[in-house]
Nanobody
Framework: QVQLVESGGGLVQAGGSLRLSCAAS????????MGWCRQAPGKEREFVAA???????NYADSVKGRFTISRDNAKNTVYLEMNSLKPEDTAVYYCASRSGVYSGYIYYSDPREYDRWGQGTQVTVSS
């Protein structure tokens, strides 16, 4: 089974940057679509960014142009580079995978489409 461990969260001022990392276990990491979602207090979990096995990417409109998702298959790691952070980006950020099937160029933009989740990492952006 795929296990995911996030790191890199923290407290940052508005306009600042953070890079989140998600280390995945298992040999088949390169075959899976990966994604990042976030959940703010009192709100539902929402999609942030996704990347397919082939490297195709998709972003929520709220982060487009500010966030970049990438993957390093040699390190079994997916990243989320976050720039120009805003207070409304404050949330727990979760790494997710759609395991069990080769994704090819397909990515997933609905949290319900992922079947493995990390424990989450807190990102707090102060104004």
């Amino acid at each position: 089974q795929v296990q995911l461990v996030e790191s890199g969260g923290g407290l940052v001022q508005a306009g600042g940057s953070l890079r989140l990392s998600c280390a995945a276990s298992g040999r088949a990491f390169s075959r899976y679509a990966m994604g990042w979602c976030r959940q703010a207090p009192g709100k539902e979990r929402e999609f942030v960014a996704a990347i397919s096995a082939s490297g195709s990417t998709n972003y929520a409109d709220s982060v487009k142009g500010r966030f970049t998702i990438s993957r390093d298959n040699a390190k079994n790691t997916v990243y989320l580079e976050m720039n120009s952070l805003k207070p409304e980006d404050t949330a727990v950020y979760y790494c997710a995978s759609r395991s069990g099937v080769y994704s090819g160029y397909i990515y997933y933009s609905d949290p319900r489409e992922y079947d493995r989740w990390g424990q989450g990492t807190q990102v707090t952006v102060s104004s």
